[in-house]
């Protein structure tokens, strides 16, 4: 971003995954599909916007507490632009949000968190995209802080679980992640575009790539044969 703006560039942010980091990841790894895309607070304002602008990017999109207030609710303008122009959505979006987030007179209550993800769910079922399909939760005793981990596990499970989260009981062996491989392990180096990446942990089902500026050189290679879906990077503000 230029000096003194902290937000801003959505599009070039989006064109970046769609461009660069995907096709990165898909060729030094095995990918099916078109991935899955998580964001939070204003990460979850991107994760609607990418649906809305580019639906076609990802199969999935998981969306926690999002921003949707930012910048006088121009999200909501957004989609009736995009329910103008595009006749199917073929993703699957969960957004999910806490319950202390609004009505409890904090400081969040002019937000509306609560109020905009029904709204914004409401507003994509009613344009009947024959494969959109969206799913909302607010979660009982989870603020703006608590609950994006909730939102994370439970948008997962509604993606690689054909929407039945609640029938998916907790298995340690499915949660278990081995540590990634040492550094300097892989073959190739990345593009200097691609120089934020810095680690991979792999697990029987979800490869989560993260974003950590602070650390230089990446840990890559994947030797999981039953690994077969990449999870890109979560968005955050």
Known sequence: LPEGRRTGRAAEFLAFLEEEAKPFIAERYPVEGRGALFGCSLGGLFALYALLTRPGSFDHYIAGSPAIWWDDA??????????????????????????????????????????????????????????????????????????????????????????????????????SCPSPPASGSAAG???????????????PAVSFVSLRP?????????????????????VTS
């Not at 344009?127 to 909302?136: A, D, E, G, I, N």
């Not at 290679?221 to 879906?229: V, W």
């Open 214 to 234: 602070w650390v230089r050189r990446p840990w890559t290679g994947m030797d999981d044969a039953s690994t077969r879906l990449i999870w890109p990077p979560a």
């Open 74 to 175: 121009m999200l909501f303008g957004l989609e009736e632009k995009t329910a103008a122009t595009t006749a199917d959505i073929d993703a699957t979006l969960f957004m999910g949000v806490g319950a202390l987030e609004e009505g409890g007179g904090g400081p969040q209550d002019p937000f509306k968190f609560v109020t905009h993800v029904r709204e914004m769910a409401a507003r994509l079922e009613g344009r009947k995209y024959p494969s959109l399909r969206v799913s909302t939760q607010v979660f009982d005793n989870e603020g703006h802080t608590s609950v994006p981990p909730v939102v994370l596990t439970r948008g997962l499970r509604n993606a690689f679980r054909g929407g039945e989260a609640a029938a998916v009981p907790y298995s340690p062996s499915r949660s």
């Open 189 to 203: 180096a990345p593009p200097p575009s691609w120089e934020r990446v810095t680690s991979t942990t792999r697990s």
